[in-house]
């Protein structure tokens, strides 16, 4: 990509912060066609061992790296870095995408005149289709005030960029992954969710800020399809699935009546939401001191979809394995919650 470029280019890779160079390790190694990888050595092996999607083509990304002006090199690969973070927030890495592609376009910063990463210009990556994003600049706009809930937006504020700092040391969905799956595998329990829930269709854009017990777990953005979850529980927490895993895990085709005598049955029909048995079922493990110590030291690892998420000893370290027997995802239970909606299954 940095042709030309290419000798300060490697010598600011090696100055960035391992976050953004895992980062851009791993992205870029994402080939985009189903069932290749590049060869052994060249590529992070979390990429080669478990094949996700979908890869990103970051078009003029080349003349981004080529056309630097007065940026530093290390500061052009790190809001190159902060792209594909962004991004990876709107497509959440999954193996059934690992045959597909999204394209990333970046005109916005790289041949619509002259751009700077000290222009205090709000960067927006929005969501254009479900194979395509357009990087957007707002000059002028203060980033804590935009309003982009409505669309399928990223923010990106070039001059500030604090998230790779503020995320560094928390391992990445596919870092638990390989780390737990083995003890997951070999002495994790099965549980059945028991309790029902109630689903709405999601509004493309929506932001969903998951709490329990007061405390803020992680945040979401729904895309086209999604569903939001309230949960039957204490603390009645919201969150957001894919359609793909809402159908695996409820019953849409048979939607239950909403239970006698709940005072907010009338807001839940308000606000759309319908009542679903839950079929669901996980492997898991307990968050023990030691457990956490050994892979997650920070008390925090990234969700599915891209943001942190918190987790505390006694909470549930839960699993969705394939029919191979292969762990897909990993998430954190918080430890009542567990206990109010799950049962072991006997088997």
């Excluded at 000798?7 to 870029?28: H, I, N, P, Y």
């Excluded at 060869?39 to 990429?47: A, H, M, Q």
């Excluded at 918080?334 to 049962?343: H, S, Y």
Aim: with cysteine; hydrophobic share 35%.
């Amino acid at each position: 990509m940095a042709q030309g470029m290419a000798g300060q280019v490697l010598e600011a890779f090696d100055k960035l912060s391992e976050a953004d160079r895992m980062v851009l390790s791993e992205e870029m190694a994402r080939t985009g066609t189903e069932n290749q990888s590049f060869s052994e050595g060249f590529v992070p092996s979390s990429v080669r061992d478990l094949l996700a999607g979908p890869a990103f083509l970051v078009y003029y990304g080349p003349a981004f790296l080529q056309r630097m002006n007065t940026d530093s090199p290390v500061r052009r690969l790190e809001i190159l870095a902060e792209i594909y973070r962004r991004a990876r927030k709107l497509w959440p890495a999954s193996s059934d995408q690992a045959g597909n592609f999204v394209t990333l376009r970046i005109d916005a910063i790289t041949i619509q005149g002259k751009w700077s990463s000290s222009d205090p210009d709000l960067l927006l990556l929005r969501m254009c289709s479900n194979k395509q994003a357009v990087l957007e600049r707002r000059p002028g706009e203060d980033p804590k005030t935009a309003n982009v809930k409505e669309e399928n937006t990223e923010i990106l504020f070039a001059p500030d960029v604090s998230d790779a700092v503020d995320n560094y040391g928390i391992c990445s969905q596919q870092e638990m992954i390989q780390q737990v799956s083995h003890e997951m595998l070999s002495t994790g329990r099965w549980y059945r969710k028991v309790a029902f829930a109630f689903l709405r269709p999601a509004q493309p854009g929506e932001i969903i800020v998951t709490i329990v017990d007061g405390k803020e777990e992680t945040v979401n953005t729904a895309v086209e399809g999604d569903y939001v979850v309230q949960a039957n529980t204490r603390w009645k927490e919201n969150y957001i699935l894919s359609y793909a895993t809402t159908s695996a895990a409820y019953d849409l085709a048979t939607p239950l009546e909403l239970p006698h005598g709940r005072e907010d049955a009338q807001q839940l029909r308000r606000d759309g939401y319908r009542c679903y048995r839950s079929r669901t079922r996980i492997r898991a493990l307990r968050a023990t001191e030691s457990f956490l110590r050994q892979h997650c030291p920070s008390k925090k690892f990234m969700a599915k979809w891209g943001t942190p998420c918190s987790v505390e000893v006694d909470d549930i370290i839960a699993a969705q394995v394939s029919p191979s027997s292969e762990v897909t995802e990993i998430y954190r239970i918080e430890k009542t919650v567990f206990r109010e909606t799950f049962i072991p299954e006997q088997r």
